[in-house]
């Protein structure tokens, strides 16, 4: 059985960091393209990075760019995003997702986890 389960979340003041986990069980990771996504109260979720699955080429939302870095390590299974210079518009339930490809629509992507709750708040 395919499971991708997120960690890391939590309260953190503006300006602060946190770094997301996304462990993989039932399938090596790493054969497959890795996005994050987010969902803020009252909106559509949203992609904010994504890691192919060969070349580990990344991509990123305009609206972190410069702040958060995707990354993975095969040996653990295991996706992660770095967030630095955390603004309160941060704020959301973060989801992992696998699929085949880097695209930004959701159905693209046949795994979820269950997500993680990043909460930016002085």
């Known amino acids: 059985q395919l499971q991708l389960v997120e960690s890391g979340g939590g309260l953190v003041q503006p300006g602060g960091s946190l770094r997301l986990s996304c462990a993989a069980s039932g399938f090596t990771l790493g054969s497959y393209a890795i996005a994050w996504f987010r969902q803020a109260p009252g909106k559509e979720r949203e992609g904010v990075s994504c890691?192919?699955?060969?070349?580990?080429?990344?991509t990123y939302a305009d609206s972190v760019k410069g702040r958060f870095t995707i990354s993975r390590d095969n040996a653990k299974n295991t996706v992660y995003l770095q967030m630095l210079s955390l603004k309160p518009e941060d704020t959301a339930i973060y989801f992992c997702a696998a699929g085949p490809l880097c695209t930004v629509r959701e159905f693209d992507f046949g795994s979820w986890g269950q997500g993680t709750q990043v909460t930016v708040s002085s």
């Open positions: 890691i192919r699955s060969r070349g580990g080429i990344t």
